[in-house]
Nanobody, 114 residues
Framework: QVQFVESGGGLVQPGGSLMLSCVAS????????VAWYRQSPGTQRELVAR???????RYLDSVRDRFTISRDDAKNTVYLRMNSLKPEDSAVYYC????????WGQGTQVTVFP
């Protein structure tokens, strides 16, 4: 069964912005901290940002002040607003529960290049 559907990725120039969305199966996010991760070819998947059930947030140092994570539990959706994008932000972005993660979705590709 499909747990997560990520969308919103694309091709942007450095300095550009994107808004990623992740829609989860009903109830999957409720009460859990939720996170965005990313993975580039040849690298391990890394945690980009997470948000708790009470909306406490944490960020990877390299994206702090540029990315904003938010959630709407009524819509079973988590968002990642990405501003001032850099080439090193290029990756496939995934969402999942930060605790008790489920099967990964397909992700959404973000490519930043001049």
């Amino acid at each position: 069964q499909v747990q997560f559907v990520e969308s919103g990725g694309g091709l942007v120039q450095p300095g550009g912005s994107l808004m990623l969305s992740c829609v989860a199966s009903s109830g999957v996010f409720f009460g859990y901290p939720v996170a965005w991760y990313r993975q580039s070819p040849g690298t391990q998947r890394e945690l980009v940002a997470r948000i708790g059930p009470t909306t406490t947030t944490r960020y990877l140092d390299s994206v702090r002040d540029r990315f904003t994570i938010s959630r709407d539990d009524a819509k079973n959706t988590v968002y990642l607003r990405m501003n001032s994008l850099k080439p090193e932000d290029s990756a496939v972005y995934y969402c999942n529960r930060f605790i008790s993660p489920l099967d990964w979705g397909q992700g959404t590709q973000v490519t930043v290049f001049p």
